[in-house]
């Protein structure tokens, strides 16, 4: 595997009853890009996303993750390995504050970091100065994510936009390597569409974090993506950048059903 790859993906299957929902999926992903997973609906691309997120097992295939095989492993070893994934590992707690769920997120990844606890001294929990190495990582997090004003909000109060940010930064505190974002754009307004997108360029040019992303939008697509897998009927159909996408044949008709 090259130094700069961060996830490796080889022959993935994934069957459901005789349904082949992902069909001998391969590549690979280049550390601290974004590639976008496309495709008609029913292509596999969010059973792709169970299957490196942990979600799912694997019926065949591997699936490494800076070299180490994650494959079949459960979600919790999967997020410690360094993968990040909104809106289903994620846990928003909806009656809490912005503050308050960015804070179990950072608490959950220094219990995790420093192996269950040991070494995390408990009174600092309780300690709100600004020195505080838990206050700290709560401020960089939602200054990454530009939500400060919104931290003594209740997450249920907010709107579509604004809690799809306090899922990014819930992401964002588990300091992941990589992100899976499975259509960040759903639902939004063209304002928030366009905040998300600046947001996810902003957060990879910070962090150096690697991205995937799904997603129906092809305005999106062009404008955050370097590399597009094109995914129809469990398999890979094309990969190429924004031109060499536009211009396949076989893509044209998987989307439009004609060569037009
Ligand atoms: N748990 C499941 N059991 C049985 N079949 C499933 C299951 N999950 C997905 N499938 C089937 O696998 C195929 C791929 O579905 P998937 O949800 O991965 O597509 P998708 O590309 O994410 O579609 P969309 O763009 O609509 O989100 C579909 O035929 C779907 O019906
Ligand atoms: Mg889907």
Known sequence: MAPDTILQVTNLVKDFNGIRAVNDVSFTLPTNTITAVIGPNGAGKTTLYNLISGQLSPTFGSIKLKGKEIAGLPPDKIVKAGIGRSFQITSVFPSLTVLQNIRAAVISRMGRQ?????????????????????????HKTLALVGIEHLATNIVSTLSHGDQALVEMAIVLAL?????????????????????????IRHVQQQTGCTFLITEHDMEVVFQLAEKIVVMHQGAILATGNHEEIRNNISVRRAYLGTDD
């Open 114 to 138: 420093f192996d269950l606890w040991q070494g995390v001294e408990w009174d600092s929990l309780e300690d709100n100065s600004p020195a505080n190495p838990l206050q700290q990582a709560i």
């Open 175 to 199: 300091e992941p390597h990589l992100i899976l974002l499975d259509e960040p754009t759903a639902g939004m307004s063209r304002e928030e569409t366009r905040h998300m997108v600046e947001l």
